[in-house]
C-alpha cells in the first residue's frame, strides 16, 4: 500500500532540490539509468513523459519523478543533467524474500503464510511499512477471535543480498482465555438454564478441562446468539432482539465474562394466514398449503417452512425463481400476528441440459437412468428431489448434489449440475475377521456392487467360522430391462455345525441356486418373484432333541426343495447407507413347490421406519412379523424355523436362543416371529461430519413361538447403547445391551459385536 501524502511530500522536496540545479531546457541525446538492481528498465521508460531527442525543462523532470514514485517500487527519485544526457537516480525499496512463522500452534504456518499473502505481504513483493504493520494488526485480531487474548505477535526484516529481506512472524500465543460465567439480562420466558443449553460454549466446569467448549470464541458466540434467537422466535416472541452482548476480560486476559441482554417483546400467536400475489398456480390450491391454524404460537419455523412448501409447488410447475414473501400484521392489542403470503412467480423455466460430474468410476447412464428430471422438461422441483434421492439409494456416492444454473443470455432456461461424491462399493480382501457368534472368522471376499461402472453387483464370498462355512456367488443387474427389471442370480453352499451353542445340536450342509426378478410398479414400489432350489443333508448330533430325530426318521437325512417366492417393498428413505427420514417395508413369501421332497410356506413383513429429531438425531423405529407351516400334510423343516436373539434382532440375548426349549434347555426355534426396535441414532460428538461412524440408544423386543399367542407372552425386551461403523470392509456394529426381564433359563449376553463379516 503507498501512502500518497509521503509521495505527494517527497516529490515536492526533490522539485525544490530540482529547482536548485535548475537547468535551461534541452534536447536528451540519451537518458541513463543509475541505481537498480531487480528492477525491469523497461518498466522506467514505459512510466516516464519523455524520449530521446525531446527537449525538456524543469516541468517535465518533476513529472518524471512523479511517475516514477507511483510504481511503489522506489525510496528516492532524482532527475540529474549529464552533458545531453538525462540522468534517472534510483534507490530501491527492498523486496520480501521470504515469510515465515514461527511459534503458531493454533494456526498452521501455512495458514498464516496464505492469510498474510491476500493481505500483499508475499514472495517478491516490495515491502511496505504501512502493510507489515496492518499484519500485525490482523493476525492479532485472528489470535483474538479464537479467544488468544494474551497474543503477542513481532515482525521482524533480515537484509539480504541484492536489496532483498527475510520477514520473520514471532508469534507468542500465551494461554487460550476461558469462559468464567455466562449472564443474561432480560430473560423472563426462559431461565438462564434454558438458554445456556442453546449454546455451544460453556462457562468452565470440572468436567470441562478437555472438551473445547469453554474456550472462547467470536464466531462460536455469534452461533450460539443466533441459536438463542432461534429459540425464541420459535415460541411466539416475534419482537424478540438482543440488545448487546458484552464480553469482559480478567485484568490477566486469560478469563472472559460474557453478559448478553435480552429485549423478549410479547408472545405472539398466530392470526390468519393469506396467500396472494401472482395466480400462476390457482390461489385455492396453494392456500391448502397453509398448515398453520390460527391461534397457534407464533413460530419462525413454521412460517419458514410454510414458505418454503408453497416455493416447492411453484418449483414442481417449472418456477424455479419463485419467492413468497411473508408480509406480517400485527395486532398488539391481541398479541396475533397475521401473514399474507406475497407469491412472486417468476419466469417458467425449463431445463436445457443436465451435466453429471464427480462419477470417475460409475458411467454417465448409470446415474441418468435415476434420474426424473428431463432435459427438456420443464423444470420440476419434486423431480429433481427425487431424482436425488434415487442416486443416494443406490449406495454408491457419499454424497449428491444437484444445483441449477441458469443459462446465460435466457430468461426460461436452466442447466442442471449433478455433483456426486463417489465411495468405495467394492474390495477384495483377504483377512481375520471376529464375531460373537463364529468367534474367528477367515475371510476371502470380493464384493462389487457397481461392478465396473455399470450399476451392476457381484460378489463372491468364502467365510469359514466355527459355527458357519458360507460360499457364496450372486450377480445383479438392476437393469435387465430398459425399463427398470432387474435381475439376480445366486449360487451357495452353506454348512453349519451349531453344536457349541446353546441351540440343539444338529449339522446340515445346503447347496443352492436361484433366479429372481425385481419389477417396478412404481417410483417406491417393486414386486419380486423367484425360483431356486435347495440339496440339505443333515446330521444330527448326539444331544438332538426327540423333534429333530423324529423330522429325520420321517422325512431322510437328504432332502431338496424347489422354492416360489414373491415379495413386494416400498423404499421411501432418503438413503440406503445413512437414512435419516422415511419408510422401508417389505412383505416376502415362500413357497415350496411339491415337485420336491417338503412342503411348506412362509411370510415376513418388515418395516423400518426414521424420522430427524433434529439436524443430528435420528429416530428409527423397526418391526418385523414372520410365519411359517407346512401344507400337504408334510412336516416344516426345523432348518426352516426362526430364530431371535443376537446382535441383529434382540440385542442382550445369545443367538438364536429365544423361544421354545426341549427339556435339556435348548433352543428350537419356532413358526411365528415378532420382532420390534426402537433407536435414537446420533453421531460422534466432535465428528458431526462423518456418517459412517454412529452412536445409538435402544430398546429392543421379540419372541419366537408356535403360536402368536405364546409368543405375545413371552416377549422379552432389552435397552443399551450401541456404535455402528460402516467401514471400508462392510459395517461393524458393537452393542452393550441389558435384558430387562430375562427368565432363570435365558441366555444372557451383555456385549455383543461383529467385525469384518459385511462384503
Not at 505527494?8 to 522539485?15: H, I
Not at 441440459?353 to 427438456?376: F, S
Not at 443387474?477 to 454348512?495: E, H, I, L, M, Q
Not at 440406503?576 to 413357497?591: H, K, N, V
Request: negative net charge.
Amino acid at each position: 500500500m503507498i501512502n500518497y501524502f509521503k509521495v505527494a511530500l517527497l516529490v515536492l522536496l526533490l522539485s525544490l532540490s530540482c529547482a536548485s540545479r535548475a537547468f535551461d531546457p534541452f534536447v536528451i541525446d540519451d537518458i541513463r539509468i543509475e541505481g537498480i538492481e531487480r528492477t525491469d528498465p523497461g518498466l522506467i521508460f514505459s512510466n516516464i513523459p519523455v524520449q530521446v531527442g525531446e527537449t525538456v525543462d524543469r516541468d517535465v523532470t518533476t513529472q518524471i519523478i512523479s511517475e516514477i514514485f507511483k510504481t511503489g517500487f522506489f525510496d528516492d527519485v532524482q532527475v540529474l543533467l549529464d552533458g545531453g544526457v538525462l540522468v534517472i537516480r534510483l534507490v530501491e525499496r527492498p523486496a520480501v524474500y521470504k515469510v515465515s512463522v514461527t511459534g503458531s500452534k493454533l494456526l498452521s504456518e501455512e495458514q498464516i503464510i496464505e492469510a498474510l499473502s491476500q493481505m500483499g505481504l508475499r514472495e517478491s513483493a516490495i515491502l511496505d511499512g504501512a502493510i507489515l504493520d496492518l499484519a500485525e494488526r490482523e493476525l492479532k485480531e485472528l489470535y483474538m477471535s479464537k479467544g488468544k487474548y494474551s497474543v503477542e505477535i513481532i515482525s521482524t526484516t533480515t537484509p539480504l543480498e541484492r536489496n532483498r529481506v527475510a520477514v520473520t512472524f514471532d508469534i507468542f500465543e500465551g494461554a487460550r482465555a476461558v469462559i468464567n460465567q455466562i449472564n443474561f439480562v432480560g430473560n423472563f420466558a426462559f431461565t438462564d438454564k434454558d438458554l445456556r443449553k442453546q449454546m455451544s460454549l460453556k462457562a468452565l466446569g470440572k468436567f470441562d478441562l478437555f472438551s473445547g467448549s469453554s474456550e472462547y470464541s467470536k464466531q462460536s458466540l455469534e452461533g450460539d446468539q443466533e441459536e438463542i434467537r432461534s429459540l425464541y422466535l420459535d415460541s411466539g416472541y416475534a419482537d424478540f432482539r438482543i440488545e448487546s452482548t458484552q464480553v469482559q476480560l480478567s485484568a490477566d486476559r486469560e478469563n472472559v465474562f460474557i453478559t448478553i441482554s435480552l429485549s423478549e417483546g410479547e408472545k405472539f400467536t398466530f392470526d390468519t394466514i393469506y396467500v396472494g400475489g401472482d395466480e400462476v398456480v390457482k390461489r385455492e390450491d396453494l392456500a391448502k398449503l397453509v398448515d398453520i391454524a390460527p391461534g397457534e404460537v407464533f413460530s419462525r419455523k413454521r412460517l419458514t417452512d410454510l414458505t418454503q412448501k408453497i416455493t416447492d409447488r411453484l418449483g414442481e410447475d417449472g418456477y424455479a425463481n419463485a419467492s413468497v414473501n411473508p408480509v406480517p400484521e400485527k395486532n398488539v392489542g391481541d398479541s396475533k400476528i397475521g401473514f399474507t403470503l406475497y407469491v412472486n412467480s417468476g419466469q417458467r423455466v425449463y431445463v436445457r441440459r443436465i451435466n453429471i460430474n464427480g462419477n470417475l468410476d460409475t458411467r454417465d447412464e448409470v446415474i441418468r437412468r435415476e434420474l426424473r428430471q428431463m432435459e427438456g422438461a420443464w423444470y420440476s422441483v419434486k423431480d429433481i428431489n427425487r431424482s436425488k434421492q434415487r442416486l443416494n439409494l443406490l449406495g454408491f456416492f457419499s454424497d449428491v448434489m444437484i444445483n441449477t444454473t441458469p443459462v446465460s443470455g435466457t430468461v426460461d432456461q436452466v442447466d442442471l449440475e449433478v455433483k456426486v461424491v463417489e465411495r468405495m462399493t467394492g474390495n477384495f480382501s483377504v483377512g481375520i475377521g471376529f464375531s460373537s457368534t463364529d468367534k474367528m472368522l477367515l475371510q476371502l471376499g470380493l464384493s462389487q456392487n457397481n461392478f465396473m461402472g455399470t450399476g451392476n453387483s457381484l460378489s463372491f464370498n468364502v467365510s469359514t467360522g466355527k459355527i458357519n462355512e458360507t460360499y457364496e456367488i450372486a450377480f445383479t443387474n438392476p437393469y435387465a430391462t430398459d425399463d427398470g427389471v432387474s435381475r439376480t442370480y445366486k449360487f451357495g453352499k452353506r454348512d453349519t455345525d451349531v453344536s457349541s451353542l446353546v441351540v440343539s445340536a444338529f449339522a446340515s450342509s445346503t447347496n443352492s441356486a436361484s433366479i429372481g426378478f425385481g419389477v417396478p410398479l412404481t417410483e417406491y414400489d417393486r414386486i419380486f418373484y423367484g425360483v431356486g432350489a435347495e440339496q440339505t443333508s443333515i446330521t444330527l448330533g448326539d444331544n438332538a432333541t426327540s423333534e429333530y430325530q423324529e423330522f429325520v426318521d420321517l422325512n431322510g437325512n437328504d432332502n431338496t426343495i424347489i422354492p416360489f417366492t414373491v415379495g413386494w417393498s416400498r423404499d421411501k428413505r432418503d438413503s440406503a447407507i445413512y437414512p435419516t427420514d422415511g419408510l422401508l417395508q417389505r412383505f416376502g413369501s415362500e413357497l415350496s413347490s411339491p415337485a420336491g421332497d417338503l412342503t411348506y410356506y412362509n411370510l415376513s413383513y418388515k418395516a423400518e421406519w426414521y424420522r430427524p429429531l433434529s439436524k443430528d438425531f435420528t429416530l428409527r423405529l423397526g418391526g418385523s412379523v414372520a410365519y411359517a407351516e407346512d401344507y400337504d400334510g408334510k412336516q416344516l423343516p426345523f432348518y426352516k424355523n426362526f430364530y431371535a436373539g443376537g446382535a441383529s434382532s434382540v440385542r442382550g440375548y445369545q443367538t438364536s436362543s429365544l423361544g421354545p426349549r426341549n427339556s435339556l434347555g435348548q433352543a428350537l426355534g419356532g413358526k411365528r416371529r415378532l420382532l420390534s426396535q426402537a433407536e435414537v441414532i446420533f453421531p460422534i460428538p466432535g465428528l458431526n461430519l462423518d456418517k459412517s461412524m454412529r452412536f445409538s440408544a435402544f430398546v429392543d423386543s421379540g419372541s419366537v413361538a408356535n403360536h402368536f399367542d405364546d409368543g405375545l407372552s413371552e416377549m422379552r425386551y432389552s435397552a443399551g447403547l450401541g456404535f455402528n461403523w460402516y467401514s471400508p470392509v462392510g459395517p461393524m456394529r458393537f452393542n452393550f445391551a441389558k435384558a430387562l426381564n430375562a427368565e432363570v433359563t435365558d441366555k444372557t449376553e451383555g456385549f455383543q459385536f461383529t467385525l469384518g463379516t459385511g462384503f
